[in-house]
């Protein structure tokens, strides 16, 4: 949460502007295919051609975009093919599943944030998002509770509001379908809240962990009621994941903490920095683990910087890895995985320009206005447009509609039918 | 006319705050210079593609993995690198792109080649050979090392940037190092001209986050892409602030004489008294465990940059069997030395001691204090001691490859790049309406204005990376999206203006 301070400014500043919103159907895609020589086959809209090279504007999982291909990639080209149904499955890769060899499980990594894109909790990690990929994982990761899910997680934090929906996700959804495990390459704030009903935890050498105390405005510090809420909620999930709550009051407020561990390896926590062995977090600060400091109290299962190295933490010999590879990424790339960084890319992309979006709107809207009724719809379909995009936005986020205007989705569904009927009279 | 002006300027003023910062204020006034126009302009709506702005007609066109196309002169070819003359709607720029990110080479047609029934368009394709690596030496190749070596100069974040250091390693790659050589000399001095270094204690604990976008390189990407790691050797001369976390994801350090790693001390003050204890105190703990992971990546105890970054952070040393053993406490036997004492009343650093960079409230590297601490592995000052010191004077090949074109090229281009920015910005405020001051010469004006905009959005996804915040605060440039906005704004008084 040390980016709920932003988040809140933004949601300040942008509820005060003026906005109009207009709904229009979605353009349906022109019906071109492209076959790839991957296997994938691609229906869209052929936006550019030259010499061999396509650009393809296309859906994935509701998601617009649009992929150059080089000659070299494509098997077929076929304009205005009919198109087929998509549905709501993405339309990414149509790879044959992995065939699960036996005695090896089947394993596969998602990133719950990443430096390219955006990391905030809320935002570009949300529990929607984690819900909506459940079928895919079990697809191809079965349903015998032998299939493992590992969150490679980079997160500064984010909304406080986004812990308790992730944390019951991952807790009632993930951990009962399969083995469910953090590696951690950072997890600060709600990011360490959301990863801390996993009972399996690594970590990279990298890997921090901690560093959750909730704020708000310029670095102050909840209290009161607020506080206790935030404290009683870590209490809850870390009986979830099995620790200690003093490790998690350690990481929310200036919470001493001391350890001894046993002749039987069992770590024991003391609330001051004199009781125990060794200290694990001093007077006066806030506890954010280490690699090291992780591993030595155990809250840690070991340290992974490459896969093998977590397959062997993780007490295999060989796993199954389900995913292609892809240039610059140490692990393999599933669909589900890709459905998560194609999602944050697009929310980036908006996070950007949402601010632009408001401005535009309300000088279309404006200019419509300031208009004669003849010469007015050129400007109110320029506002319809920006309109469409601000409510994608939403559909894709629904968290934008507190980040972006500081409304429930509830609230911001009225305000959309509100700046219908603006456009509509503006139109009459 | 008028309450559409003072309309889209108060909102403009509303922009939300965003990463790399756009001064509202300054965006507002190129939208207010803007609107000062008014009126229509039609055909401009649709942006097309960077490189329809160009004429393809007879002219080179580099075809890029990501779908970017571009028209122009080739100026050079190595077999690593492009170097690339084109223009950006008028405003024209000279760059090296890596091969590695270009698809397809298409050069323009010769009239002999018109004659001979090439593209009409005048584009002939060029197969791109993959760079050949470096000869091996004539004595043999077996047992040979070959060693890529990139000096890092300038300042950090800007001239040391992950960019050219990407290219780098993959120029490394192609030429099958075995060893890559890091010499980092960041600028760390407050005065362009003089140079002067600045001293010890002056500290910017943040910019780690800055070279968080760097170290991956090292710690994530290059394992990815490498079938074998070649060994990583950092060579220190200067090293503060953002460029003090860089040599740490290296296990091989060396410094030069009057090498120094630090100017992360001032952690503890960080906030001043902004806010609640609490916060600031959180705050400090996750940039702390931020560090510590490069540091531990790197193999180095993570105390020593508590040591470097806290002030109030007491660490002592002895050394058994020649090895440091770190100790949280004030030295308690003539065996051990303090590295840093509390800094609390007496024990705060005197100026004269921060002058002289003696002080020890936090801990700043140099050659000797690094060397006993077990982060250096020995004190150089040559090439040749350093390759004496990694084992490779004998089986050390140097890699003719293209380490110090990378480099000089991204400077020279991010200069040049700076420049066409402020000149666009110059251009655009300067646009104006000429006479007779019809629809056309209005709609003429408009027009320029939004691909002077265009221009300088391109300049800024080319190279922001290298651009910072205060830069483009200091010369008034908005970020992309606002320029998005101030160009919505022009295209909705064209709409608006009548013949």
Redesign the interface.
């Known amino acids: 949460m ?1 980016k709920l301070y ?1 988040a809140v ?2 949601c300040v ?2 509820a ?2 003026t906005l109009c919103l207009v709904i229009s159907a979605t353009a349906a895609m022109a019906g071109d295919r492209v076959t790839l020589k991957d296997g994938r086959v691609l229906e869209g809209e052929l936006v ?1 051609e ?2 061999g ?1 396509v ?1 393809l504007k296309y859906t994935v999982a509701g998601l617009e975009k ?3 291909f ?1 000659p070299n990639e494509i098997e077929k080209l076929e304009r205005d093919a009919a198109a087929a149904p998509v549905g709501d499955a993405p339309v990414v890769a149509t790879v044959p599943p992995v065939v699960a060899r036996p005695g090896v499980p089947k394993a596969m990594i998602i990133t719950l944030g990443d ?1 390219e894109n955006g990391d905030m909790v809320g935002v570009y990690m949300t529990a929607e998002q984690l819900k909506k990929a459940i079928p895919y994982l079990e697809q191809e990761l079965g349903k015998d509770g032998q299939g493992i899910v590992v969150f490679r997680i980079h997160s ?2 984010g909304l406080a509001l986004e812990v308790q929906r992730l944390s019951d996700v991952i807790h009632n959804e993930y951990k009962p379908r399969f083995r469910t495990v953090a590696w951690i390459d ?1 997890a ?2 709600a990011a360490a809240m959301t990863a801390h009903c996993l009972e399996e935890i690594y970590f ?10 909730m ?1 708000s ?5 909840a209290k009161g009621r607020s506080l206790e809420d935030a404290l009683v909620l870590m209490e809850k999930i870390s009986a979830r994941g099995g620790y200690d709550p003093l490790i998690m009051r350690a990481m929310q ?2 919470q001493p903490l001391s350890a001894t561990i046993d002749a039987d390896g069992i770590v024991h926590y003391y609330g001051d920095t004199t009781s125990g062995d060794f200290i694990v977090n001093r007077e ?9 400091t992780a591993a030595k109290v155990k809250f840690s299962r070991g340290t992974a ?2 896969l093998d190295q977590l397959t062997k933490l993780m007490g295999y010999q060989e796993i199954q890895w389900v995913g292609g590879e892809t ?4 692990w393999p790339v599933s669909r589900i995985e890709k459905m998560q960084m194609d999602f944050r890319k697009r929310v980036a992309d908006d996070e ?5 979006y408001i ?2 709107y ?3 809207v ?2 419509a206005a ?2 004669p009724r003849e010469t007015r719809a ?2 109110v379909g ?1 506002a319809r447009n920006t309109l469409d995009t601000i409510k994608s936005m939403v559909k894709n986020n629904p968290n934008f509609s507190f980040m972006a205007f500081g409304m429930t989705t509830e609230e911001f569904e009225e305000f959309i039918q509100q700046q219908e009927k603006i456009l509509r009279d503006l139109m009459r | 006319m008028a309450h559409i002006q003072s309309n889209a300027h108060a909102t403009v003023m509303k922009l939300p705050a965003r990463r790399g910062g756009m001064p509202g204020q300054l965006a507002a006034g190129l939208l207010a210079t803007t609107l000062v126009l008014g009126s229509a302009w039609a055909g401009v709506w649709a942006e097309p593609p960077a490189a329809s702005q160009a004429t393809p007609g007879k002219q080179d066109l580099l075809i890029f993995r990501n779908g970017n196309i571009m028209y122009g002169k080739i100026v050079t070819e190595t077999p690593t690198t492009v170097r690339f003359k084109g223009s950006v709607s008028g405003i024209e720029f000279e760059t090296d792109y890596p091969k590695t990110d270009i698809l397809e080479i298409k050069k323009a047609a010769t009239s002999g080649d018109a004659a001979s029934g090439a593209d009409p368009k005048g584009a002939v394709p060029v197969t791109i050979e993959p760079a050949k690596p470096a000869a091996a030496p004539s004595d043999g190749a077996i047992g040979t090392q070959q060693v890529y070596w990139l000096d890092l100069t300038g300042k950090f974040g800007e001239d040391i940037s992950e960019k050219p250091i990407r290219d780098a390693m993959k120029d490394a790659k192609k030429n099958k190092a075995d060893v890559i050589v890091l010499t980092l000399d960041a600028d760390w001095s407050s005065n362009p001209i003089t140079k002067e270094k600045r001293p010890d204690d002056t500290a910017q604990f943040d910019a780690l986050f800055r070279a968080e976008r760097i170290m991956p390189i090292f710690v994530t990407e290059m394992p990815a892409e490498w079938d074998e790691m070649p060994r990583i050797v950092f060579w220190v001369k200067d090293a503060m602030a953002g460029a003090a976390f860089m040599p740490l994801v290296s296990k091989e350090i060396y410094f030069a004489s009057d090498g120094r790693v630090g100017g992360m001390g001032n952690l503890s003050q960080i906030f001043g008294s902004m806010g609640d204890d609490v916060v600031r105190e959180k705050q400090r703990s996750l940039r702390l465990g931020h560090a510590e992971g490069w540091a531990i990546t790197g193999g180095y105890d993570p105390r020593l940059i508590r040591a470097m970054a806290r002030s109030e952070y007491v660490l002592s040393v002895k050394y058994e069997g020649g090895k440091a053993v770190l100790l949280e406490r004030m030295p308690e036997g003539p065996d051990e030395d303090l590295l840093t004492d509390d800094g609390i009343d007496a024990n705060e650093d005197t100026d004269r001691q921060k002058a002289a960079g003696d002080g020890n409230d936090v801990l700043t590297l140099n050659a000797a204090t690094a060397k006993a601490l077990g982060v250096s592995q020995g004190t150089v000052d040559t090439q040749k001691e350093l390759l004496s010191a990694l084992g490779l004077e004998r089986t050390g090949v140097l890699i003719n490859g293209q380490a110090k074109q990378i480099m000089k090229g991204w400077s020279q281009g991010l200069d040049n790049a700076k420049r066409q920015i402020r000149k666009a910005i110059e251009e655009y405020t300067e646009v104006r309406v000429e006479a007779p001051g019809d629809y056309r010469a209005r709609s003429k004006a408009r027009s320029t204005r939004i691909r002077k905009l265009e221009d300088i959005k391109t300049l800024l996804r080319l190279w922001g990376e290298g651009i910072s915040g205060q830069w483009l605060q200091e010369y008034g440039v908005p970020d992309l999206a606002t320029i998005n906005t101030i160009q919505e704004s022009i295209r909705i008084e064209q709409l608006k203006d009548k013949r």
């Open positions: 040390n932003s400014q933004a500043r942008l005060a502007l550019r030259m010499d090279y650009w649009t992929d150059f080089a430096e500064g934090g950072t600060i704030s990279t050498s990298q890997g921090n962990y901690g560093a959750c105390t704020f405005g310029a670095l102050v510090a407020i200036q006066n600060e806030i506890l954010t683990f280490n690699a090291i910087d490459s240039k610059g990424v140490a950007k320009r949402t601010g632009e401005q535009s309300n000088m279309q404006a200019a300031g208009e050129k400007f320029r």
